[in-house]
């Protein structure tokens, strides 16, 4: 854990005083941090993949460009299906949740609708989707990993929203995939 606190440190630095090159060096070892760390508490290798996916997306993300951008949206998909299947051990969500995330969903989508390129409304559309299913999933597996969902949408959703605003996307980002681990591993499916 100290490796990646420590990496996430000088990453979120980097961002703050413009370090692109330090920046861009860190962020691909981010996630590989934190997933030996949960092969070293014995966690599962699906949350590993999960983490390992984001580090495809992150990676893919710091190119310019759809291709590049959608490349890394499928890879973050692909983790949210790996989280999506640790949640399933955990039962089911309430209604009412699944109600307000539905909610959040349709309404962020809409607000951000008009401002999406026409080739990626549809992409974006299924992805906010199961983005916005994994953080409802998250709620089965205790209050860490459902704040680390709230986190994953809040992210992503900055980084449509206000893409400038890579130190407050970055630091959602790492504090959602750390509390997501966290929950995860402290809470055992019954």
């Given at each position: 854990m100290r490796a990646f606190a420590a990496a996430a440190g000088v990453h979120l630095g980097a961002l703050l005083t413009g370090r692109k090159r330090i920046e861009r060096a860190t962020k691909p070892v981010l996630m590989p941090l934190l997933a030996e760390y949960v092969l070293q508490r014995g966690g599962?290798?699906?949350?590993?993949?999960?983490?390992?996916?984001?580090?495809?997306?992150?990676?893919?993300?710091?190119?310019?460009?759809?291709?590049?951008f959608l490349l890394g949206m499928g890879a973050f998909a692909a983790g949210h299906l790996c989280?999506?299947?640790?949640?399933?051990?955990?039962?089911?969500p309430s209604r009412r949740l699944t109600a307000a995330y539905g909610t959040a969903w349709a309404g962020t989508l809409a607000l951000l609708w008009p401002g999406l390129d026409a080739e990626l409304r549809v992409p974006v559309t299924l992805y906010s989707l199961l983005l916005t299913t994994m953080a409802l999933g998250?709620?089965?597996?205790?209050?860490?990993?459902?704040?680390?969902?709230?986190?994953?949408?809040?992210?992503?959703t900055l980084i449509v929203s206000r893409p400038q605003q890579q130190?407050?996307?970055?630091?959602?980002?790492?504090?959602?995939?750390?509390?997501?681990v966290e929950g995860l591993l402290q809470t055992r499916a019954p």
């Amino acid at each position: 854990m100290r490796a990646f606190a420590a990496a996430a440190g000088v990453h979120l630095g980097a961002l703050l005083t413009g370090r692109k090159r330090i920046e861009r060096a860190t962020k691909p070892v981010l996630m590989p941090l934190l997933a030996e760390y949960v092969l070293q508490r014995g966690g599962s290798r699906r949350l590993a993949l999960a983490l390992l996916f984001g580090c495809a997306g992150d990676t893919l993300l710091q190119a310019d460009g759809d291709l590049p951008f959608l490349l890394g949206m499928g890879a973050f998909a692909a983790g949210h299906l790996c989280y999506l299947a640790q949640f399933a051990k955990h039962g089911r969500p309430s209604r009412r949740l699944t109600a307000a995330y539905g909610t959040a969903w349709a309404g962020t989508l809409a607000l951000l609708w008009p401002g999406l390129d026409a080739e990626l409304r549809v992409p974006v559309t299924l992805y906010s989707l199961l983005l916005t299913t994994m953080a409802l999933g998250a709620t089965r597996a205790g209050p860490r990993a459902a704040a680390g969902g709230a986190l994953f949408l809040l992210s992503d959703t900055l980084i449509v929203s206000r893409p400038q605003q890579q130190f407050w996307i970055m630091l959602t980002y790492l504090s959602a995939q750390y509390l997501l681990v966290e929950g995860l591993l402290q809470t055992r499916a019954p």
